[in-house]
């Protein structure tokens, strides 16, 4: 069985960074795009990045282009690593981030939250003023 497990989350100040980390594993992802989401209080879960199974292709929401980068790692046929690096992070981005993957797809299409299989269960990013 597939699992996503996020870590990384946690508190920073406005400016400062972090990394957050998706680990993919039960079977192979290597078909798979994967991409992040995140889900502010009182606010629908929105895109925020996502890349290829190849990751030739990265797709960024406009909010977060200049400042996250997705990457992702399938050295392991079972265990994938995607990991989103967070810089000049801003109190609009508090939020809990979601990993995911969709089987078949583009980066382009987990932008719309198409053919989506499966998601983690979300780290906490705070960012304070």
């Known amino acids: 069985q597939r699992q996503l497990v996020e870590s990384g989350g946690g508190l920073v100040q406005a400016g400062g960074s972090l990394r957050l980390s998706c680990a993919a594993s039960?079977?192979?992802?290597?078909?798979?795009?994967m991409g992040w989401f995140r889900q502010a209080p009182g606010k629908e879960r929105e895109f925020v990045a996502a890349?290829?199974?190849?990751?030739?292709?990265?797709?960024?929401?406009d909010s977060v282009k200049g400042r996250f980068t997705i990457s992702r790692d399938n050295a392991k046929n079972t265990v994938a690593t995607v990991a989103l690096q967070m810089n000049s992070l801003k109190p609009e981005d508090t939020a809990v981030y979601y990993c995911?993957?969709?089987?078949?797809?583009?980066?382009?299409?987990?932008?719309?939250?198409?053919?989506?299989?499966?998601w983690g269960q979300g780290t906490q990013v705070t960012v304070s003023s």
């Open positions: 039960g079977r192979t992802f290597s078909g798979y795009a």
């Open positions: 890349i290829s199974p190849s990751s030739v292709t990265t797709y960024y929401t």
């Open positions: 995911a993957a969709a089987f078949g797809r583009t980066a382009q299409d987990m932008g719309v939250m198409r053919g989506i299989n499966y």
